[in-house]
């Protein structure tokens, strides 16, 4: 899960002169984004989403062959000379998953992972799987601690020593609700911590994307000189996929990538590699040999 902060945000903003509170129906929006699964390769439910929101602010919504979804706000007025700028703005919708690889005798599944998993959290989750008639309930186990050699205690686990127990019979129930290939995530849902913070999987990136589009909102009516493509793309969790064929459709003069990032005010992030990044101190901002100094500058 990823925590983020809306409440210090609101209160920073407001120093700055901004008063940006939480609008209602956009904190609506990130919650059913939150709420849908949208495994990397398999995000046709999200991007209907997506799509709903955006077409009440976009002059053109339109998905591509890849299935990124590319909302389009333009000049009212075409400025004169040249060609218009494009900029675009990307976040990602899909989310790491699991995919079934095999369904043995006594009805448990094995799965392959979709993504970077970390082992050692996706432990004793809960899952839903995606099965062919709806979503299936399931979580991952492994043999019992009390039963694990002092060997098997000292080493991460891999795929193939945890299962997805469903509570089928046998192979022949399971059968009936999955097969190979039906994908599954970690149980989504939204909960709020303290102090206005909260977390959920899958906020990588679907916080970006809606950046993304709340940005597309925050243009509409608005006089612009540019053409701005806001796009959600597919399949990053497994190659950055659909950011790559997305810019190869729009051919933008400027891309500006969403994305989270890692905050070092928690225990056992070292600031000396990543930086100095404080949860609720507003975001962060790249440079490095792939950002463009002057679009630096002008996001700073």
């Not at 991460?156 to 945890?162: A, G």
């Not at 992030?269 to 463009?292: A, C, H, M, T, Y």
Request: hydrophobic share 40%.
């Amino acid at each position: 899960s990823i925590v983020i902060d809306f409440a210090r945000a609101r209160r920073r903003k407001r120093r700055n002169s901004l008063d940006y509170p939480m609008h209602d129906a956009s904190h609506a929006f990130l919650k059913r984004l939150l709420e849908t699964p949208s495994p990397s390769g398999f995000e046709r439910g999200i991007q209907t989403v997506v799509r709903e929101w955006a077409t009440p602010f976009a002059d053109e919504v339109r998905t591509d062959r890849h299935g990124n979804v590319i909302a389009v706000a333009r000049p009212k007025k075409q400025p004169a000379g040249g060609e218009v700028q494009r900029i675009m703005l990307a976040g990602h919708c899909d989310q790491i998953a699991l995919m079934i690889q095999h369904v043995d005798t006594d009805g448990f599944l094995y799965v392959q992972p979709m993504g970077g998993w970390d082992m050692q959290i996706l432990l004793g989750q809960y899952l839903t799987i995606l099965g062919r008639d709806g979503p299936i309930t399931g979580v991952i186990s492994r043999k019992a601690t009390h039963l694990l050699t002092n060997e098997e205690r000292a080493k991460v686990p891999l795929f193939t020593d945890v299962w997805v127990d469903i509570g089928a019979k046998n192979r022949e129930e399971a059968e009936k609700l999955v097969r190979p290939g039906d994908v599954a995530t970690i149980t989504l849902g939204v909960r709020e911590l303290r102090n206005g913070l909260i977390a959920s999987p899958g906020l990588d990136d679907k916080v970006g994307l809606w950046v993304a589009m709340e940005t597309l909102r925050l243009l509409h009516d608005q006089q612009l000189q540019v053409e701005v493509y806001a796009v959600s793309t597919v399949q990053e969790e497994v190659g950055l996929r659909g950011a790559a064929t997305s810019a190869y459709g729009i051919h933008p003069h400027v891309g500006i990538a969403i994305d989270v990032c890692h905050a070092t005010d928690t225990p056992g992030n070292e600031k000396k590699q990543l930086g100095e990044v404080n949860l609720g101190d507003g975001p962060v901002i790249f440079r490095g040999p792939n950002i463009s100094p002057r679009v630096f500058d002008k996001l700073e």
